[in-house]
């Protein structure tokens, strides 16, 4: 037997390392599913055993037939089962029975089209594990190691141009987006290592082939087209590996589904749909989201040339001014720095060309048709003056004129000699041998400048994770934190107790249960204080008028008590009240939101973001998964839009950025730490105030599962 031990990703070496290979439903049809995959096996040269398994036929493509699978007389790895859905189960069985190490099932007609197919699903799902066979599909489109000859699959998309070799690997849930999408590299002259699809991953899911992939050598770069994940922390660690392997990983995530999303009444869930926190997920873990195909492939092209930007400051220079400008505003918009240029290198290019303009952009104009020798000083200069770990450079058509472009071609070569550090871009039109040629100097090439940009943008963030340290770890939850408990509902008072005990501060609060009490409370405190009512029934206090700010008196304090009981006696009648809370009136700082939500893919989401019209209407938060440490904290605040606020703005000192740190990472641990008992928490606002001063949550809202 060829049985592997199944540790995560271990189960896939029979999909795309086969060393033999059966074919269940086996055509002499070149044509037909059944047929294909033997053809393609063929001409690509694989060295395994073939068996084509069709009882009606003794030869089939002129390879001996089998009537069985038991009835082959040796060890079989795979087997590409191309029946119809309704004769898969036996041969899942027969599979089973025969001791393969991997069943890949081209059949469609299961649980992608109605409950009877689903239920057919199960039964072969059921089958296969039962008999440890690890399963692919149903309704995938095959697998493809190109290395090792292994075309297995039914697409007529391969028969005029076969994948080429290179280093993409590739894993689709969707058959058909994983042909197009292989079928396109073969068009881009992209080289591929291994590529597999997972159909309606019944069993093997994509993240378990994520994982093999990551762990092969041939691989340096890895595309992954998802529609939904099965199994995250295996995902998260493959993406975590390849991270530490400096294997950069571009996802496009297919579908915006709600079924994250929670109908929940605190801020934080309602903000929260599945897309937010799958891009939040992706972020975290250095994973570049792809919007489109062509920004999908155009990164992955970036990243195969393994050349990765020493910084994110990029070189501009073209022949057209109007295309310059372009570029510079494409450049910031893709968070890369346009520098301008020193000024002796400035006075150098215009001393090369005075009507230059030699800022950055750096605008050579048409000169360089008629004195072709400009291009390699000035494109010198932009590199060596401004210290650029990237230049694009527009020629727009000029690669097209041989004789112009020949003459251009020694000095580009030269710079692309001198710079083998930078990542350098020809932005032309350009056939594809010349294109070909400018590759094998150096240089990536892009026909729309803008891609460039964006692709060189993706490449700066993957430098910085893969040079980042490792993950640090969260904070312990303090021993005496409270715990979260099934099925509870907590009112404010309650809730800030718990978020205190987690280590999160708060403002200095007591509940009064009686006007008098609320009169003692109120002096030990310290005016100006709030009132609020407290009830796990409302959530929502302002909306019935249930909060008093500026309370400055004990007389204030006596006719607070008595209007919040009158208001919560008109607006929520049989509500279960617990008293008023008198709190500190926190004055001056920033106003944050901190919360929790419980995503039913990916477990407990912290959100960040600035309070008032940051959150309201702007939407301005981030996501991340709990547990963090402080690093992770750090990047997260930096990357709401109204992080300004937080530095100090118009005269404001800069917030306590510290110990908001602090504040996120032991929520982070606390949420962690609950299990599925929480639904969410809501901490709004959650003040910080200025630098050396600390942070305190003013009002809280937790929610049990």
Do not use: W
């Not at 060829?2 to 269940?24: E, M, Q, Y």
């Amino acid at each position: 037997m060829f049985h592997s031990a199944s540790t995560d990703g271990a189960r896939v070496r029979a999909f795309l390392k086969p060393r033999s290979i059966a074919i269940i439903g086996a055509s002499a049809d070149e044509t037909k599913i059944g047929g294909r995959p033997i053809r393609y096996l063929r001409l690509a040269g694989y060295q395994g055993p073939i068996y084509p398994i069709n009882p009606g036929r003794e030869v089939v493509q002129g390879l001996k037939s089998y009537p069985t699978l038991q009835a082959v007389d040796a060890e079989v790895d795979l087997v590409v089962i191309a029946v119809p859905a309704q004769d898969v189960l036996a041969a899942v069985e027969a599979c089973a029975a025969k001791g393969v190490n991997g069943a890949m099932v081209f059949s469609s007609g299961f649980a992608e089209v109605d409950e009877a197919g689903r239920a057919l699903q199960a039964r072969i799902t059921e089958a296969a594990r039962k008999g440890n066979v690890p399963l692919l599909g149903p309704n995938c489109a095959g697998t493809f190691n190109v290395r090792e000859g292994l075309l297995a699959t039914f697409t007529s998309g391969i028969i005029d141009k076969p994948p080429r070799i290179g280093s993409i690997g590739m894993v689709s849930q969707s058959g058909a987006f994983g042909i197009h999408m292989i079928v396109l590299a073969a068009e881009r002259e992209l080289g591929l290592s291994m590529c597999l699809t997972t159909g309606n991953q019944s069993d093997v899911d994509l993240s378990e082939a994520l994982a093999y992939i990551v762990e092969d050598p041939e691989t340096e770069v890895i595309v992954a087209i998802i529609e939904g994940v099965i199994n995250p922390p295996r995902l998260l660690a493959a993406f975590e590996a390849a991270r530490r392997k400096r294997k950069p990983v571009i996802v496009l995530k297919l579908g915006r589904s709600e079924a994250g999303a929670r109908a929940a009444a605190s801020h934080t869930a309602s903000l929260a749909g599945s897309d937010e926190i799958f891009e939040a997920i992706l972020r975290q873990n250095n994973v570049y989201r792809a919007h489109s195909i062509e920004e999908l492939m155009d990164v992955a092209y970036a990243c195969s040339l393994k050349r990765f930007p020493i910084n994110d400051k990029v070189g501009l220079i073209t022949v057209s001014g109007g295309v310059g400008i372009l570029m510079a505003d494409q450049a910031e918009a893709a968070g890369l720095q346009v520098a301008e240029l020193p000024a002796e290198s400035q006075r150098v290019i215009k001393e090369l060309l005075p009507f230059a303009a030699a800022r950055n952009p750096v605008d050579v104009t048409a000169q360089v048709i008629t004195h072709p020798q400009l291009i390699g000083p000035m494109f010198e200069q932009l590199l060596t003056g401004g210290g650029f770990g990237s230049a694009v450079c527009f020629i727009t058509h000029i690669a097209r004129n041989k004789d112009l472009f020949g003459k251009l071609l020694p000095h580009f070569e030269e710079v692309a000699r001198n710079h083998a550090d930078r990542f350098l871009v020809l932005s032309a039109l350009a056939s594809p041998e010349t294109r070909k040629h400018l590759e094998g100097m150096g240089y990536a090439v892009f026909e729309d400048p803008g891609r460039a940009l964006k692709a060189i943008s993706a490449l700066v963030k993957f430098r910085h994770a893969f040079e980042a340290a490792p993950p640090e770890t969260a904070p312990a939850v303090p021993s005496g934190a409270l715990a979260v408990q099934h099925g509870h509902t907590y009112d404010e008072f309650q809730a800030k107790k718990m978020l205190l005990s987690a280590g999160i501060p708060c403002a200095a609060e007591s509940l009064a249960t009686s006007a008098q009490a609320a009169v003692v409370e109120a002096e030990r405190i310290g005016f100006p204080l709030v009132m609020k009512i407290v009830s796990p029934d409302i959530q929502h206090k302002s909306e019935i008028g249930g909060v008093l700010l500026n309370v400055r008196s004990v007389q204030e304090v006596r006719e607070g008590y008595a209007t919040l009981m009158d208001r919560a006696e008109t607006h929520a009648p049989g509500a279960r009240i617990a008293g008023v809370l008198l709190a500190q009136q926190v004055q001056g700082g920033v106003e944050t939101i901190l919360g929790v939500m419980r995503d039913p893919v990916y477990g407990p989401m912290v959100m960040f973001g600035l309070g008032g019209v940051f959150v309201e209407v702007l939407k301005d938060v981030t996501f991340r998964r709990a547990p963090f440490g402080p690093s992770e904290a750090r990047r997260m605040i930096r990357e709401v839009k109204g992080y300004a606020m937080l530095q100090g703005v118009r005269g404001a000192p800069p917030a306590d950025e510290d110990a908001l740190v602090q504040a996120l990472t032991r929520l982070s641990a606390y949420a962690a730490a609950q299990g599925d008992a929480l639904e969410s928490i809501d901490v709004n606002p959650f003040i910080v105030l200025p630098k050396g001063r600390g942070a305190l949550a003013v009002d809280a809202l937790i929610q049990s599962n």
